[in-house]
């Protein structure tokens, strides 16, 4: 409970794209997790499951209250102290360097980083304002704008450089300093004078860290955000095989107008959203009252098909310079 789920989705995500076979674990007694933005995960295990198991990394996803959950779970530290008195790999992001690993002594005559809101928690001869900072085992972080810098050093300790560098590029990662678009196509004015309502369909096979990050952002800034399945039921696996749960279903949530719907891309989930008769109405009853719409990597094509396509296009480099 109360994980960033930034850095929990794209952490997962982006190993998961490496080839790592990734357990998301819950240290709660549920499975369902509510992260510290309200997005609701579904974790693939309990922590218990793998006290006996011997993994290659183990990586801690920051947050508040997050981060003390973790590092209250006997069952965790122990996974994790064991991991680094065997000299694998882990690492710890946002709050989790000083919050959870500092209490367990494992940042213990290593260089690390961490949240700035908790480097004054550090020991200053340790401490290091970088975004990513490798100490022999241990791999520290930022927050959730570093997470894609946590993960693709993890891939590149664990895979090599040429699979972190290809994985980056294709995810068109800010740092990765290739696709940087700042350029509209189309300016459209738009405001709002009241705390904007938001609509996030998502479908099996959505791209996670897309329908995350958006919402996480938006969250922060206040804006009401409604996240609707359109599948029957509320949860859905999303493209990396995580698990989300919906708001709402795409029904209940039509019953309400909403200031913006934003499609996330993911090209199976794509798919799925473009058969929603529900979705395809909604968005033809937003474009004739002149209410905002737009989608992200593979999403515009449905509203292309649906004959919906002038307005905002963006792109997922551009999700940290638009919110
Ligand atoms: C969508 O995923 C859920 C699991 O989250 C599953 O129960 C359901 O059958 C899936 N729907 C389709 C149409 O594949």
Redesign the pocket.
């Given at each position: 409970m109360g994980t960033e789920e930034m850095e929990a989705v794209i952490l997962v995500d982006v190993l998961r794209r490496a080839g790592a076979d990734v357990l998301m674990a819950s240290v709660e007694t549920d499975l369902v997790v509510e992260a510290s933005s309200g997005t609701k995960l579904?974790a693939d295990v309990g922590i218990d499951a793998c006290a006996d198991e011997v993994f290659d990394l183990v990586a801690l996803p920051g947050g508040m209250p997050g981060s003390v959950r973790l590092r209250d779970c006997e069952v965790l530290r122990k996974i994790t102290i064991k991991q680094a008195e065997e000299k694998r790999l882990y690492g710890a992001i946002c709050a989790a360097p000083a919050v959870t690993l500092m209490p367990w002594g494992l940042h213990k005559r290593k260089q690390i980083t961490c949240h700035p809101a908790f480097m004054d928690k550090l020991p200053t001869f340790r401490a290091v304002k970088s975004n990513i900072q490798v100490s022999g085992e241990l791999t520290t972080s930022r927050g959730p704008g570093t997470t894609f810098e946590f993960a693709l050093s993890f891939v590149e300790q664990l895979f090599g450089g040429d699979v972190a560098e290809d994985i980056g590029r294709k995810l068109l990662v800010p740092a990765h300093g290739c696709c940087q678009r700042k350029e509209e196509h189309n300016k459209v004015e738009w405001f709002f004078d009241q705390t904007p309502d938001v609509l996030v369909p998502i479908?099996?096979g959505s791209e996670e860290m897309e329908v995350v990050m958006l919402v996480d952002i938006l969250r922060r800034a206040k804006v009401n955000v409604v996240v609707a399945s359109i599948?029957?039921?509320k949860?859905?696996?999303a493209s990396q095989k995580t698990?989300i749960i919906a708001d709402t279903s795409i029904m209940d949530a039509s019953k309400s107008t909403y200031d913006l719907i934003i499609l996330p891309g993911g090209t199976a989930g794509v798919e799925?959203l473009q058969k929603s008769r529900i979705l395809k109405k909604l968005l033809r009853e937003q474009m004739e009252a002149g209410r905002g719409y737009g989608g992200i990597c593979s999403s515009p094509t449905i509203l292309h098909k649906h004959g919906l396509l002038k307005v905002i296009f963006f792109g997922l480099e551009n999700m940290f310079s638009k919110f």
């Open positions: 579904v479908a099996n599948e029957k039921t949860q859905i696996i698990k799925r």
